[in-house]
């Protein structure tokens, strides 16, 4: 099943408008909209946060989920375009298997991750073995070692820096700009993966790759530093918020990205699916296309317990990106009509 792209490329300005909800204690969510309550203009750079907060539907016992969705219909659509137009620009071709096959695209990418602890005097210090422990969740996910595809990921620690500073500790977006520009190091090709509280009930945020090029001082993912493998939030300890934002770093949309409707998430291996998942709902199924919900996928919203996979179209997809928007020595180019890119806004996905 091969999914379109019809949508034009300037639905990226589309302002996000998503309703705001009231905090749920019960039911944290990987991260939420962005969008100021008058839906101004979606600024440059825009991204996606998840984390603690209520989501749109509660799951078993009224589980958290891991944020809530901050793209339209129009504006995925139009990222996923932006990829094919790059894509077609530079290599001749937007069919990611065929480019894979002519050895266009890399099958295997090592990322350089530059880790940066905020804190607040004590709070929030983590050790090397916690960034150790995340490194090594990385790998275990992007390698298919959980029970998924091997997207042909590997991600390399090079640098680790603490700062004690307890208003980029509190409110990581509110002082994204000004945190980043000052600790971020590096190039498109390079992971600058911050550890801080959560905000406004969010527990992590991205930026997409479509966003790069017009806007690389706020380039990164942040997440909240209790999300670390062993970290002491239930549902949400096992170091996969981490996961989940730099599958949207990477290029993923969520799975239940346009619910049931064309192009969902713009991977033909990802069944469609109406809504994110909450908890883990086995043998769950809410769209008429084939397949039940990918409720285990990394690019959803279930527990981190549930989570365990990306599919072979997910890492095909990763690939294309990296090779369009982050591949060492390649020069910036932007599509006559492309905008910055949508904000990777935690849901449930």
Same mark, same amino acid.
């Given at each position: 099943?091969? *999914?379109?792209?019809?949508v034009s490329?300037?639905?990226?300005?589309?302002?996000?408008?998503?309703?705001?909800g009231?905090?749920?204690?019960?039911r944290?969510v990987?991260?939420r909209?962005?969008?100021q309550?008058?839906?101004?203009?979606?600024?440059?750079g825009?991204?996606?946060?998840?984390g603690?907060?209520?989501?749109?539907e509660?799951?078993?016992?009224?589980?958290?989920?891991?944020d809530?969705?901050?793209?339209?219909?129009?504006?995925?659509?139009a990222? #996923?375009?932006? %990829?094919?137009?790059?894509?077609?620009?530079?290599?001749?071709s937007?069919?990611?298997?065929?480019?894979?096959?002519?050895? *266009?695209?890399?099958r295997?990418i090592?990322?350089?991750v530059?880790?940066?602890?905020?804190?607040?005097?004590?709070?929030?210090?983590?050790?090397r +073995?916690a %960034?150790?422990?995340?490194?090594?969740? #990385?790998?275990d996910a992007?390698?298919?070692?959980?029970?998924?595809?091997?997207?042909?990921?590997?991600?390399? %620690?090079?640098?680790?820096?603490v700062?004690?500073?307890?208003?980029?500790?509190?409110?990581p977006?509110?002082y994204?700009?000004p945190?980043?520009?000052?600790?971020g190091?590096?190039?498109?090709g390079?992971?600058?993966?911050?550890t801080?509280?959560?905000?406004?009930?969010?527990?992590?945020?991205?930026?997409f790759?479509?966003?790069?090029a017009r806007?690389?001082?706020?380039d990164?993912?942040?997440?909240?530093?209790?999300?670390?493998?062993g970290?002491?939030?239930?549902?949400?300890?096992?170091?996969?918020?981490?996961?989940?934002?730099?599958?949207?770093?990477l290029g993923l %949309?969520?799975?239940?990205?346009?619910?049931?409707?064309?192009?969902?998430?713009g991977i033909a291996d990802?069944?469609y699916?109406?809504r994110?998942?909450a +908890?883990?709902?086995?043998?769950?199924?809410?769209?008429?296309?084939p397949?039940?919900?990918?409720?285990?996928n990394?690019?959803?919203?279930?527990?981190?317990e549930?989570m *365990?996979?990306?599919?072979?179209?997910?890492?095909?997809?990763i690939?294309?990106?990296?090779? +369009?928007?982050r591949?060492?020595?390649?020069?910036s180019l932007r599509?006559?009509l492309?905008a910055?890119? +949508?904000?990777?806004?935690?849901?449930?996905r």
């Amino acid at each position: 099943m091969r *999914r379109g792209f019809a949508v034009s490329l300037c639905a990226l300005s589309v302002t996000f408008c998503v309703a705001s909800g009231a905090a749920s204690e019960q039911r944290p969510v990987r991260g939420r909209a962005l969008a100021q309550p008058a839906c101004p203009s979606a600024p440059p750079g825009a991204r996606v946060a998840t984390g603690p907060g209520a989501g749109p539907e509660a799951g078993p016992g009224g589980g958290p989920d891991r944020d809530r969705p901050g793209l339209g219909a129009g504006q995925a659509t139009a990222m #996923l375009d932006d %990829l094919r137009g790059v894509l077609r620009l530079r290599f001749g071709s937007d069919d990611e298997q065929r480019l894979e096959d002519a050895r *266009r695209v890399a099958r295997h990418i090592t990322v350089p991750v530059r880790l940066h602890v905020v804190t607040a005097g004590a709070v929030g210090r983590l050790s090397r +073995a916690a %960034l150790d422990r995340q490194i090594a969740t #990385l790998n275990d996910a992007y390698g298919g070692r959980r029970g998924g595809a091997d997207t042909g990921v590997r991600f390399k %620690l090079v640098a680790t820096d603490v700062t004690d500073n307890a208003a980029w500790f509190r409110a990581p977006q509110r002082y994204e700009r000004p945190m980043k520009a000052a600790l971020g190091r590096g190039g498109a090709g390079t992971l600058n993966l911050y550890t801080a509280a959560g905000e406004d009930d969010v527990l992590g945020f991205s930026t997409f790759p479509q966003a790069y090029a017009r806007d690389p001082g706020i380039d990164g993912v942040v997440v909240d530093h209790r999300t670390l493998p062993g970290g002491p939030l239930r549902h949400f300890g096992r170091g996969y918020t981490a996961v989940h934002e730099i599958g949207h770093w990477l290029g993923l %949309l969520h799975t239940f990205e346009n619910g049931c409707e064309e192009p969902g998430d713009g991977i033909a291996d990802t069944p469609y699916e109406a809504r994110p998942a909450a +908890a883990c709902p086995a043998g769950r199924d809410s769209c008429e296309q084939p397949g039940y919900d990918p409720v285990h996928n990394f690019m959803d919203y279930g527990w981190d317990e549930c989570m *365990r996979e990306f599919t072979g179209g997910q890492g095909r997809r990763i690939r294309a990106a990296w090779a +369009a928007y982050r591949a060492p020595g390649r020069k910036s180019l932007r599509l006559p009509l492309t905008a910055t890119g +949508a904000r990777s806004v935690g849901g449930d996905r």
